[in-house]
């Protein structure tokens, strides 16, 4: 059974540390976490001994290039990653990193496998309304330019996701990104286009009613998905996530569906090599 983690962040900070428990116990102070050198490069060791085949990094902000790019030339053929700019990272003047964005691309054919992951965030900046939809147009456009599928990150902005994406010259291929939305967003998204939906640990979670919506997404359409170091499937609750955790998420996605676990698994690594050209 081969897996593929469409959405992790191994490369990021929180793997250059030990982990440390989530929630310690009332006035215990914890020793500060030893640092782990090769966390990075463990935690994607560890998922590929899991089953996990393909690991795909989104880019936040252009600080992690330089750590993305060691895992990729570590792990050639088993790491792929994307650029582009989270919309909780932009700057007064975000022009300014969406211009090296585009010359990185530019300049390494073949190298970013999607832009991403980019899109609306009003949850935690909902002030920066219009500048997050200026620089997600702008990203759009840059993935239609190279013939790239973009990876959208969409929280409390579905509104204004979809009112870029209709603006756009023509609708780019991709995926909304952990996905935790209802039957009738599936619905608006597909009208707006042929999206995947990236499904992660909010399904496995006590009160989550994800797994009556899955149907309504389909398998062909379905990418799996851990956002590690977030978002920790059951029964990891309470600890760092890491891509050795996807096959809690299969799992969970084979129960929706009532598919053997052996098929979600096929099937969504071929629909994760297809929209991202691995
Ligand atoms: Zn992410």
């Known amino acids: 059974m081969e897996l593929i983690d469409s959405h992790t962040h191994l490369y990021c900070d929180d793997f250059l540390t030990e982990e440390q428990p989530k929630h310690p116990k009332k006035g215990v102070i914890l020793p500060p976490p030893l640092p782990t050198p090769r966390g990075g490069e463990e935690a994607v060791e560890r998922a590929l001994q899991a089953g996990v085949c393909h690991m795909m990094f989104p880019a936040n902000a252009l600080d992690e290039i330089g750590p993305m790019k060691r895992l990729v030339a570590l792990f050639p053929g088993k790491v792929s990653m ?110 707006t286009g042929d999206f995947h939906f990236g499904i992660n640990g909010i399904l496995t979670f006590k009160n989550s009613t994800l797994g009556s919506v899955l149907p309504s997404i389909g398998i062909d359409r379905i990418l799996l998905e851990t956002d590690s170091p977030y978002l920790a499937p059951v029964p990891f609750r309470r600890r760092r996530n890491q ?36």
């Open 82 to 191: 994307a650029m582009g700019l989270h919309p909780t990272e932009l700057t007064d003047n975000p022009e300014a990193a969406l211009d090296i964005i585009e010359r990185e691309i530019e300049e390494n054919p073949g190298l970013y496998h999607a832009v991403g992951e980019i899109g609306i965030d009003l949850y935690w900046e909902p002030e920066k309304r219009e500048r997050q939809m200026r620089a997600f147009d702008r990203q759009c456009r840059i993935a239609l330019r190279h013939n790239l599928p973009i990876i959208i990150h969409c929280r409390d902005g579905l509104d204004e996701t979809l009112e870029v994406l209709r603006g756009l010259p023509s609708i780019p291929q991709g995926v909304f990104h952990s996905f935790g939305g209802t039957v009738e967003d599936v619905a608006r998204i597909r009208e």
């Open 243 to 278: 891509s050795a955790y996807l096959p809690a998420i299969a799992q969970g996605v084979a129960t929706a569906l009532s598919l053997p676990i052996e098929e979600v698994a096929s099937r969504t690594t071929a629909n994760t090599r297809r929209l991202f050209n691995l």
